[in-house]
């Protein structure tokens, strides 16, 4: 029979949130969250009564002491904040913010030392799984093209900088940068968890090729994925569609986080 999994959410925003609204209607019981960790308490315990969650407001560094997977889904900016603890302590790890884990590969070598896991959530980029088994042979390339909507990057240094104008993107593509993912990440470290995500599963940060286009006509995010192998070539398009309480996360960040979690006590696993 299975057991509970119980969890620590590591921030509670807008992912953090619509994974609370999930499992306080699910009638398995089989995701317990038992703490959410956030810098701000006070904002945290009125967000969470909100949903009937009456569970400690805790610190990251807390974290470890409640035997729980850690889910992060905090922020860009604080990323290592919230895993280092839990990482340092042998934990578990699920990571949404992965676009941090490009300027923070320590924490790989971190888990490895302290026996840990760190585990990426890859919801909103398609094909993780035939890369993975591609890549016990020989991949050739790897291209991501990812159509973005404008709004998403209104703020980002990198438009600014490089004076792109986002105006004619309500009405068509309008392209915004090409490079390696590495180099997407340092520029979009916010929008761009996807490239180092297939980075890491594929060839590499710098050989992972990534294009990105402003895109108005999209109701959300679009990645397109091509890869050559020697074993496969796989072309796969995935139409993300917003979060309805915030339109620059896509819904099925936090559905993959659910499915990653309810993987943990199930005698049937699907995916390599």
């Known amino acids: 029979m299975a057991g ?4 620590v959410l590591g921030g509670f925003g807008n992912v953090g949130q619509q994974i609370a609204a999930k499992l306080t209607v699910d009638p398995t019981g089989a ?3 038992v703490a959410i960790a956030a810098r701000d308490k006070q904002k945290a315990a009125e967000k ?5 969650l009456d569970v400690p407001i805790i610190s990251a560094a807390e974290a470890p002491q409640y035997n729980a997977i850690l889910v ?3 922020t860009y900016d604080g990323f290592r904040d919230v895993v280092e603890p839990t990482l340092r302590a042998g934990g578990h790890v699920i990571a949404v913010s992965v ?3 490009a300027v923070n590969l320590d924490l790989i070598d971190i888990a490895e030392q302290s026996d840990a896991k760190l585990q990426i959530a890859g919801g909103t980029l398609p094909g993780l799984d035939i890369i993975r088994a591609a890549s016990e042979d020989e991949i050739t390339s790897v291209t991501l093209t ?3 909507k404008p709004a998403s990057f209104a ?4 438009i600014h900088d490089n004076g792109i104008d986002l105006a004619p993107a309500e009405t068509g593509p309008v392209p915004i940068f090409e490079g390696s993912a590495r180099e997407a990440a340092g520029h979009f470290p916010r929008h761009f968890n996807v490239a180092v995500t297939l980075g890491l599963v594929g060839i590499g940060l710098d050989r992972t090729r990534v294009r990105i286009y402003a895109d108005g006509t999209l109701p959300g995010a679009r990645h397109t994925l091509n890869v050559e192998a020697s074993s496969v070539s796989l072309d796969m398009t995935s139409q993300n569609y917003p979060s309805p ?3 620059r996360t896509s819904m099925v960040v936090a559905l993959s986080i659910l499915a990653a979690l309810r993987r943990e006590n199930t005698s049937l696993r699907i995916g390599s």
Request: aromatic letters at 8%; proline letters at 4%.
């Open 4 to 7: 509970v999994t119980r969890i």
């Open 31 to 33: 995701l317990q969250i």
């Open 245 to 247: 309480q915030n339109n």
């Open 48 to 52: 969470a009564a909100s949903f009937g």
């Open 146 to 148: 990812s159509h973005i």
């Open 99 to 101: 676009g941090a884990l």
């Open 155 to 158: 703020h980002e240094p990198y």
């Open 72 to 74: 992060e889904c905090a």
